[in-house]
């Protein structure tokens, strides 16, 4: 299985990003998008499951939504009203069984 993450750049704060991860296989299965800033852990940023529903941090309610093209094999999390607090390297995470597949990341830098 392999994840192509894209869709990061450089953006000023309370601008908007997309970013898609393709992936090489079905992506009904549980899928994420995780986040490791410069000096932090890799964290959860949004979820979504097999039914479709989502699941999202604290710091992603109400500005990010995540959501999925299963024709495409695309997973895609809308970034908006963002912030310098959310820079980091954006990784998409695909669970198929007992196996965990990441993307190659993402980098997404927030401008004040």
């Known amino acids: 299985v392999q994840l192509q993450a894209s869709g990061g750049g450089l953006v000023q704060a309370g601008g908007a990003l997309r970013l898609s991860c393709t992936a090489s296989?079905?992506?009904?299965?549980?899928t994420a998008w995780y986040r490791q800033a410069p000096g932090k852990q890799r964290e959860l940023v949004a979820a979504?499951?097999?039914?479709?529903?989502?699941n999202y941090a604290d710091s992603a309610k109400a500005r990010f939504t995540i959501s999925r093209d299963v024709a495409k094999r695309t997973v895609y999390l809308q970034m908006n009203r963002l912030k310098p607090e959310n820079t980091a390297v954006y990784y998409c995470?695909?669970?198929?069984?007992?196996?965990?597949?990441w993307g190659q990341g993402t980098e997404v830098t927030v401008s004040s």
């Open positions: 995470y695909l669970r198929r069984a007992t196996a965990n597949y």
């Open positions: 296989t079905s992506v009904l299965s549980q």
């Open positions: 979504i499951n097999f039914d479709r529903s989502p």
